[in-house]
């Protein structure tokens, strides 16, 4: 038995293998011929890293990149294999990921083909590869022409269209949905070897996917399933050893078998383990898990290892008990939906997840590592990967196994209907089996999810989608959905939940999208129904999507926006907000705040800001108000968490990677402690709040206690009433105060409610005003400011005279380096707050308190105050 890998060369070609009537091809292009290419890696970088398309991110480009997804392209190199390799048993080529439609030839004989970019690809070259040199070539047809081809074969099906993509059929391939254009994402529809390839040589016998399903985790044991894929010459009966290391490294578990078929299962047990847990309920510790392939004895064995976290999970969808508790009763029954991590329940606080590049290829593990501890510091516990982008490399579900990140899984099916007929149905199987496969080793993986607003659509949108469900003449994926991916599960990864999709209900006779089941899409607050006050007529169960568009950080934005296009509505600030109505939308919610905004033709800065500020304050109520909904709620998790381009979206970290506003409000609002005013139920007129309360959440594993204070004030901070009040909070729980009637307010008043530390000093505050910015008659305020060294870093500390609201350092404005923490402050008078920022340019302290760049609302409410 032997076993020889091979890498893939380095040197690759890349050229046009065709050109349909009607596409104009630049003239460099043509005349370029065959270019260098970079494996992994696509066409259109590899013609970016030649010169020979505009860069797509930035300013009006991305259109005139559109033809290169219209053609056919070819990927050229020579692989040299020696006589030792090609001589074994098996001689395979091995690809991880191809995109998409590739024909792959060996010395011009074709040796496979394959039509979806998701699954990994194993090519049996043993009888075209010779010794010495062997020319290999990967020919990539246009997505474009596949799908308008499908389209005709099987019929169209309902699918949504976004941004300069009409609507293109991107459910009649498997290719990353977003590729052909999202509301967040530019058109480049693109092709090539976007992950590893090799070579593999074998006599024998093969290790293949290694899966450590665990089937029992507590405090008293742990039993972890091993299962190995292991392929077979016909006669050879290799062992499998299997050895479990706790995290010290010490052996604790061992056990062996004979691979005498395509599978072997074996069983290890584990007494008092370590259990692995999610950020903020304890640690993350995991198992080595070593497996070895032994044959003869006389060759060294094939080994794979791998880290496991032992952890139960379970979805938990229970019949309501009576009495439901408040603020709901008035809802009636449904069934929870919460997550269980070794028997602990979780309130899962995120954000979803999309592709971070347009060109996935780019996402480094060390890339992956940066936005994950984004989200940590955001003090997320929960990424759900959205359907519409990719199933992510090892390295971001390796990381989210370190350091405790939960997982949402959705299978890549994404707001369309899916064909459940050939060759489509296979491809999605064959797709879902592998990636079930290839993923389930890691804790991190808590829930498979069927789809993305597929099931939704065919109850609410347009009449295509309702008649595709009701008339029954096309299939539109709920096979996938109830039946084939059950199926697939419960053969390969039986040992965690799935859901059929997002939103679902438990039940096609329950609307998807009901607040009283399952999890739910809260899209209606953006896109239609007023400003963001409306979040509080929501009452899900789990919110797994909600978001509120604001722009990127400036320095992106001016990265991607050249200065003269710098005006709100420009048709280049458009191309880089791809929801139709985006940009005028978000003037539509600021102008239900302010006044004097609705055109677009206010100051683009003074825009910038409040465009942002809408964004913090929706998203801080949606996510107090879910939190307050504990546990009724138990997750809230926000649309988006990053971009994968410069634009204009609902995410908190742009597409340079840059921290919004956005992401400094989540610091806050998912905090373990937290306090907030909130209303104190359902009540009829939701934008006027009714009785209020003082809510604090306590998701921590010990219980808190202390003393709090709500206090009415005016504007100008006069104070109209307050309170004292004792407070204790159990382990993972919330505690309500109930305000009278009393402390209702008109516009020009604010309720705020403090937690008090031993010294009677404010240790945390949060604010309720009433009324509308421009009802309030905020004052003009004048900071009092001290700029100090500290560290390697310099510390802004401002004093308030006047109530300052949503305060902000702007610093990149004055050093496009400079990150700041502790944005987004609301002050009382005499209150102080510290801005501690990050920089490598000197910074003068008046720079700093320019009024563009120490920035509240104060002033921008009315534009009438200047
Ligand atoms: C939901 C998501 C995405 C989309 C987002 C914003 O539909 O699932 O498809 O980008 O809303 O519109």
Redesign the pocket.
């Known amino acids: 038995m032997s076993f020889i890998q091979h890498e893939l060369p380095a040197r690759w070609t890349v050229e046009l293998a065709s050109v349909p009537d009607g596409v104009d091809v630049p003239e460099q292009v043509l005349n370029a011929g065959a270019i260098s290419a970079t494996v992994p890696g696509c066409v259109h970088t590899d013609l970016l890293d030649h010169g020979l398309i505009p860069d797509p991110y930035v300013a009006d480009h991305e259109p005139l990149t559109h033809w290169i997804g219209r053609c056919d392209w070819r990927y050229r190199t020579t692989l040299t294999l020696d006589a030792a390799l090609i001589s074994e048993d098996r001689v395979e080529l091995i690809f991880d990921g191809l995109d998409t439609l590739a024909t792959i030839k060996l010395n011009g004989r074709v040796v496979g083909e394959s039509k979806n970019m998701h699954v990994r690809q194993r090519f049996d070259i043993k009888a075209v590869a010779r010794e010495g040199d062997n020319d290999l070539e990967i020919r990539f047809d246009s997505a474009r022409a596949y799908i308008d081809a499908m389209d005709a074969e099987l019929g169209p099906r309902p699918k949504v269209g976004h941004g300069s993509n009409a609507a293109m059929s991107h459910n009649m391939i498997r290719k990353m949905a977003c590729n052909f254009g999202?509301?967040?994402g530019p058109q480049l529809i693109t092709c090539g070897v976007w992950r590893p390839g090799r070579v593999e040589a074998w006599s024998g016998a093969r290790l293949g996917d290694v899966r450590p399903l665990v089937r029992r985790a507590d405090t008293e044991a742990a039993e972890l399933e091993v299962r190995v894929d292991v392929d077979l010459v016909e006669g050879s009966a290799p062992r499998l050893d299997c050895t479990l290391e706790d995290p010290a490294g010490t052996p604790v578990a061992k056990v062996s078998a004979l691979a005498t078929t395509g599978e072997a299962s074996m069983l290890l047990r584990v007494d008092q383990p370590q259990l692995w847990w999610p950020v903020d309920y304890g640690q993350q510790p995991r198992y080595r898990l070593r497996v070895a392939l032994n044959h003869d004895g006389t060759t060294r064995p094939q080994t794979a290892t791998c880290l496991v976290g032992l952890r139960t999970v379970e979805l938990c969808t229970d019949a309501d008990d009576k009495p439901i508790q408040q603020p709901v009763a008035e809802l009636g029954q449904g069934e929870s939906f919460y997550l269980q991590i070794n028997g602990q329940r979780v309130f899962c606080k995120g954000a979803n997840w999309i592709p971070d590049d347009c060109f996935p290829h780019r996402v480094t593990p060390q890339r992956y590592r940066q936005r994950i501890d984004q989200a940590l510091e955001a003090n997320m516990n929960m990424l759900r990967v959205?359907g519409?982008g990719i199933y992510e490399d090892h390295a971001f579900y390796d990381y989210c196994d370190e350091r405790g990140m939960l997982v949402w899984q959705d299978f890549l099916l994404?707001?369309a209907c899916y064909p459940e007929e050939e060759p489509i149905a296979a491809l999605i199987e064959e797709e879902a089996e592998d990636n079930v496969s290839r993923l389930c080793r890691h804790p991190s993986l808590v829930l498979w999810n069927g789809c993305?607003?597929n099931i939704w659509g065919t109850f609410d949108w347009t009449e295509d989608w309702i008649a595709i469900r009701e008339r029954g003449e096309q299939t539109w994926g709920l096979g996938y959905y109830l039946e084939r991916f059950p199926r697939i599960l419960e053969r390969i990864d039986p040992s965690r939940p799935y859901w059929p999709g997002s939103p679902y209900s438990g039940a096609m006779s329950v609307h998807p999208n009901a607040n009283t089941h399952g999890n739910r899409?809260i899209?209606d607050v953006w896109n239609g129904h007023g400003d963001y006050r409306n979040y509080l007529g929501h009452y899900p169960r789990f919110a797994s999507?909600f978001?509120f568009q604001g722009p990127p950080a400036w320095p992106t934005l001016c990265r991607a926006i050249p200065e003269e296009h710098r005006a709100w509505l420009s048709p280049v600030m458009h191309m880089h907000n791809k929801?139709r109505l985006g940009q005028q939308r978000a003037l539509d919610r600021i102008a239900d705040d302010c006044d004097g905004y609705e055109t677009g033709e206010a100051d683009f800065e003074d825009t910038w800001f409040l465009a942002s500020v809408q964004q913090c304050r929706a998203l801080t109520l949606g996510c107090e108000w879910f939190r307050a909904l504990s546990p009724w709620c138990s997750g809230a998790l926000y649309?988006q968490l990053n971009d994968c381009w410069p634009v204009t979206s609902?995410s908190a970290i742009d597409g340079d990677g840059r921290p919004k506003l956005l992401w400094h409000a989540t610091r806050r609002f998912f905090r373990d402690r937290l306090i907030t005013l909130m209303p104190a139920g359902i009540t009829p007129a939701q934008t006027d709040a009714g009785p209020l309360a003082v809510y604090l959440h306590n998701d921590h594993g010990e219980a808190w206690s202390g003393r709090g204070r709500v206090l009415k004030l005016r504007i100008d901070g006069q104070t109209l009433a307050d309170r004292d009040f004792d407070f204790a909070v159990a382990a993972r729980e919330s505690w309500k105060l109930e305000l009278e009637p009393s402390w209702a307010g008109k516009p020009g008043e604010l309720l705020v409610a403090q937690v008090l530390d031993d010294r009677g000093e404010v240790a945390d505050q949060a604010f309720w005003f009433f009324g509308r910015d421009r009802d309030i008659p905020y004052e003009r305020p004048t900071l009092k400011v001290d700029l100090e060294p500290m560290n390697d870093g310099l510390v802004l500390q401002v004093t308030a005279n006047t109530v300052v609201r949503d305060l902000c350092l702007l610093a990149d404005r004055v050093a496009e380096d400079a990150e700041v923490q502790g944005q987004f402050v609301t002050l009382l008078p005499g209150q102080t707050t510290r801005f501690v920022i990050q920089t490598n340019s000197p910074l003068a302290a008046d720079s700093l308190t320019a009024p563009r760049v120490l920035r509240s609302v104060n002033t921008l409410a009315r534009r009438l105050i200047k």
Do not use: F, I, K
């Open positions: 999202w509301d967040w959205w519409g994404a707001c993305n607003e899409h899209w999507e978001g929801q649309w609902w």
